[in-house]
């Protein structure tokens, strides 16, 4: 019999998901992920609502985005619906001097980090370089190119070494990296080569890949033959599944790892199962490759749907909060409404800002380029 292990285990199958809130809001206890929630206070009725809140916020305003992009407002959207508490829990998991490192759906890692929507609308409707500052908020700019982020990410934990900012003891102020991306993006090699590099250098980078089960039409079981979890095992990096609708699974998960991480352990890669329930963006059409009953299947797993029916049944929750968060959400909704539709066209010429820190002779010319092209169109409307 040969020594190589053949036996390739059914995908999804045999990789335990750590869920502290079942569907139905019914809370599970898990000895690790308590004990961080309990140091850390992140698990009181308070939070809970402010979670729930944030939540509602964050979904409304993507409701809204996608409405402004049908509009013409904005050029694209890409939807995180379905993804709050997987992100909003990440989101809240960070320390204040953790930097965040994300992809293009990361709306609610933005919400957690005081990003306002308006910024990211902004982007989408392509007027803006990125949105906002990455070192006072400490949270990069998007990143569109999948899996270009994750070697970013470890950079930065190795410069963060370098700095004496890992594995002091002070759980205030040692910093670690949150590297965001997709299932599908876990597919690429700088994924790969990010996992190598930052397990050598024992980076302080917690890798956190929501699998929302789709990669535009490509389905997570056509990205690995294993469960996405254990990806990392092979390069000897502790790895966790939890359920992403699980805003505590995700709490736990993330806070942990990144503690971890800032004491010098290591990194850590956490799968987040989760459901991307619109479509890839605003340019896709998902009921031409998933069918309907998928869709509503994953309905009654709703994570703001799931953290209402655990506060009901703490009773810490009453009409009165769910009806304010609603108001709240509306407002927001109307703001960006009024606020994106009010935004003045840039001048054509800030595309050649900002691309070098000085000037340089190709910017140069393409910029004399361009307002010689420019110059046509003013020469037509004069001579009309
Ligand atoms: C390097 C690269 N290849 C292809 C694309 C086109 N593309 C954009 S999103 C996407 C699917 C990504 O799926 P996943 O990583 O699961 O993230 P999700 O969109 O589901 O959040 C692809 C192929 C890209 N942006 N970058
Ligand atoms: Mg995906």
């Given at each position: 019999m040969s020594a190589f292990r053949t036996t390739i285990p059914a995908v999804a199958a045999d990789e335990p998901m750590i869920q502290l809130l079942s569907a139905d809001g019914t809370r599970t206890p898990h000895e690790e992920f308590d004990e961080v929630l309990e140091a850390g206070g992140l698990a009181t009725p308070e939070r809970l609502r402010g979670y729930y809140r944030d939540m509602v916020m964050i979904r409304a305003a993507d409701l809204e985005a996608t409405s402004l992009q049908r509009q013409g407002q904005l050029g694209l959207w890409a939807s995180a619906l379905g993804q709050e508490a997987a992100q909003i829990g990440a989101g809240h998991a960070a320390r204040t001097q953790d930097y965040l490192v994300p992809t293009y759906r990361e709306h609610g890692i933005a919400w957690a980090r005081g990003i306002e929507p308006w910024r990211l609308l902004e982007m989408f409707r392509g007027i803006?370089?990125?949105?906002?500052d990455p070192h006072e908020l400490r949270t990069h700019p998007y990143m569109i190119v999948l899996g270009a982020q994750a070697p970013h990410a470890v950079g930065y934990g190795m410069g963060l070494q370098r700095d004496g900012?890992?594995?002091?003891?002070?759980l205030e102020r040692d910093t670690a990296v949150l590297a965001l991306f997709g299932d599908g993006a876990s597919s690429e090699g700088e994924v790969a080569e990010s996992f190598t590099f930052a397990a050598s250098f024992e980076a302080p980078v917690v890798f956190y890949s929501q699998n929302n089960q789709w990669a535009i039409s490509v389905p997570t079981s056509v990205q690995t033959r294993v469960p996405l979890a254990q990806r990392s095992r092979g390069w000897g990096i502790p790895s966790v599944r939890v359920d992403g609708n699980d805003v505590l699974a995700v709490l736990g998960a993330v806070r942990s790892g990144l503690d971890s991480a800032r004491a010098g352990e290591g990194p850590r890669f956490i799968e987040s199962l989760t459901y991307r329930m619109a479509a890839h963006t605003t340019s896709d059409d998902a009921s031409r490759y998933r069918p309907g009953s998928e869709e509503e299947e994953w309905a009654e797993k709703d994570p703001i749907l799931r953290l209402r029916r655990h506060l009901a049944g703490l009773d810490e929750i009453d009409e009165a909060y769910v009806a304010t968060c609603e108001e709240e959400a509306h407002d927001l909704a109307m703001q960006l409404h009024h606020h994106i539709h009010g935004m003045k066209d840039p001048d054509?010429?800030?595309?050649?800002?900002?691309?070098?820190s000085e000037p340089h002779p190709i910017v140069d010319a393409e910029r004399e380029a361009y307002v010689q092209y420019l110059s046509q169109f003013e020469d037509e409307e004069a001579g009309r």
């Open positions: 803006s370089h990125g949105g906002w900012a890992v594995g002091t003891g002070d054509p010429m800030i595309v050649f800002d900002n691309v070098y």
